[in-house]
């Protein structure tokens, strides 16, 4: 797979996007094309040892700033990185983009650059969410706050794709977010919705509440407005944040205290007289190692299942292309996920399904952008 990187998006570009491209391509043994300034590209390039690694780089000497216009940046940098990466892949010479520069920059590029995908009115971001057993699917997180009914039909079809596709789930549960479980609740816009998708030929389970995301396993994919979506987000990523905090601040207060009075019986054992005395305290010494270590490691395993970095990023579904949005604090291990997930997204050929799924109620499409050239 050939998966171009946006190298000029991002807090820390282009060093994090540098060292996560090398490590993704020793990693996954796949193509990243650099796209961004080429001088300034090699010479970072140059610190890392990139033998048998297939990185090359793609001149691109401008860029989108996060203050910009995204629309009217994108059609008026057409040497950006942002608009020279979406154009390697609208012309086949790469597979997916990823980026963590400006969003609506990414947004706005892949709409005029690749198009939307037929019966497609709305773009979504598609991310996960971490459950008690597999991650949810929930979409959209922010790219179309505002809805009509008909977009969330939309997003629930392309994201039962996705689900089915790159998360190997089997005819996917589609749920619709809502204050109730019950169909009368919700507003017009969510009533609306609740009847199309009851309608459709989908696996359509109902409402879900907030509270399912991360406790119920009511559903493989949620759907919902960007603008609900993205407040999702937000909060969600605020609440793990907290939670982590906690848990560790609990875990270090008065560790010591807490090891020594465990083990106790143990040491006490170390001052009986007899023969074999030093066992109590080696004894001790390794069971005090062994009641740490049992304790961190499920800490560290919750952690890395609900580290968002560990994800990449989220995809934006209903373009004609993989495109990855990963956050704009990405360090290069998210940049080493983000490609890792366009890779597999691209490889399980989730476009071509998504426009299969769509095709038989598909309609003559006049509204797609045309491309730039």
Same mark, same amino acid.
């Given at each position: 797979?050939?998966?171009?990187?946006?190298?000029?998006?991002?807090?820390?570009?282009?060093?994090?996007?540098?060292?996560? +491209?090398?490590?993704? +391509?020793?990693?996954?043994?796949?193509?990243? $094309?650099?796209?961004?300034?080429?001088?300034?590209?090699?010479?970072? !390039?140059?610190?890392?040892?990139?033998?048998?690694?297939?990185?090359?780089?793609?001149?691109?000497?401008?860029?989108?700033?996060?203050?910009?216009?995204?629309?009217?940046?994108?059609?008026?940098?057409?040497?950006?990185?942002?608009? #020279?990466?979406?154009?390697?892949?609208?012309?086949?010479?790469?597979?997916?983009? #990823?980026?963590?520069?400006?969003?609506?920059?990414?947004?706005?590029?892949?709409?005029? %650059?690749?198009?939307?995908?037929?019966?497609?009115?709305?773009?979504?971001?598609?991310?996960?969410?971490?459950?008690?057993?597999?991650?949810?699917?929930?979409?959209?997180?922010?790219? *179309?706050?505002?809805?009509?009914?008909?977009?969330?039909?939309?997003?629930?079809?392309?994201?039962?794709?996705?689900?089915?596709?790159?998360?190997?789930?089997?005819?996917?549960?589609? =749920?619709?977010?809502?204050?109730?479980?019950?169909?009368?609740?919700?507003?017009?816009? &969510?009533?609306?919705?609740?009847?199309?998708?009851?309608?459709?030929?989908?696996?359509? %389970?109902?409402?879900?509440?907030?509270?399912?995301?991360?406790?119920?396993? *009511?559903?493989?994919?949620?759907?919902?407005?960007?603008?609900?979506?993205?407040?999702?987000?937000?909060?969600?990523?605020? %609440?793990?944040?907290?939670?982590?905090?906690?848990?560790?601040?609990?875990?270090?207060?008065?560790?010591?205290?807490? &090891?020594?009075?465990?083990?106790?019986?143990?040491?006490?054992?170390?001052?009986?007289?007899?023969?074999?005395?030093?066992?109590?305290?080696?004894?001790?010494?390794?069971?005090?190692?062994?009641? %740490?270590?049992?304790?961190?490691?499920?800490?560290?395993?919750?952690?890395?299942? $609900?580290?968002?970095?560990?994800?990449?990023?989220?995809? !934006?579904?209903?373009?004609?292309? &993989? *495109?990855?949005?990963?956050?704009?604090?990405?360090?290069?291990?998210?940049?080493?996920?983000?490609?890792?997930?366009?890779?597999?997204?691209?490889?399980?050929? $989730?476009?071509?399904?998504?426009?299969?799924?769509?095709?038989?109620?598909?309609?003559?499409?006049?509204?797609?952008?045309?491309?730039? =050239?």
């Amino acid at each position: 797979m050939r998966i171009v990187l946006d190298t000029m998006g991002g807090d820390q570009a282009p060093q994090a996007q540098i060292k996560g +491209a090398v490590q993704a +391509a020793r990693a996954y043994g796949c193509t990243v $094309i650099l796209v961004g300034p080429q001088d300034r590209i090699a010479a970072e !390039l140059a610190r890392y040892d990139t033998t048998g690694l297939d990185l090359p780089i793609v001149d691109a000497p401008d860029s989108i700033g996060m203050e910009e216009h995204p629309a009217q940046a994108v059609r008026r940098k057409l040497a950006s990185s942002h608009v #020279v990466g979406l154009r390697l892949v609208r012309d086949g010479q790469a597979d997916a983009f #990823v980026s963590a520069g400006h969003s609506g920059a990414t947004m706005a590029g892949a709409l005029f %650059v690749l198009g939307r995908l037929s019966n497609i009115d709305r773009p979504a971001l598609a991310g996960f969410f971490p459950t008690l057993d597999k991650p949810v699917l929930v979409l959209d997180m922010g790219a *179309t706050t505002d809805c009509k009914p008909e977009y969330l039909l939309q997003f629930a079809q392309i994201g039962s794709v996705y689900a089915e596709r790159a998360m190997g789930v089997r005819n996917p549960r589609i =749920a619709l977010l809502s204050n109730g479980e019950e169909a009368n609740k919700g507003n017009k816009l &969510v009533q609306e919705a609740h009847a199309l998708l009851r309608e459709s030929t989908l696996n359509f %389970v109902g409402n879900a509440e907030p509270k399912d995301l991360l406790i119920n396993k *009511t559903c493989d994919v949620l759907v919902t407005d960007g603008f609900s979506g993205n407040l999702i987000l937000k909060m969600g990523e605020a %609440v793990v944040s907290f939670g982590a905090r906690k848990i560790r601040n609990e875990f270090r207060r008065r560790l010591v205290l807490r &090891v020594l009075l465990c083990l106790s019986p143990t040491l006490a054992l170390a001052f009986l007289p007899g023969r074999g005395r030093w066992r109590g305290p080696v004894g001790a010494l390794f069971g005090g190692l062994g009641l %740490v270590a049992a304790t961190l490691v499920p800490l560290l395993r919750v952690q890395h299942e $609900i580290d968002y970095r560990a994800y990449g990023g989220v995809p !934006l579904l209903g373009v004609k292309g &993989v *495109t990855i949005i990963t956050h704009g604090k990405a360090d290069a291990y998210t940049i080493q996920n983000a490609i890792r997930q366009a890779d597999e997204v691209a490889r399980a050929g $989730i476009i071509a399904g998504m426009a299969a799924a769509l095709e038989p109620a598909s309609v003559n499409d006049t509204t797609n952008h045309r491309g730039l =050239a």
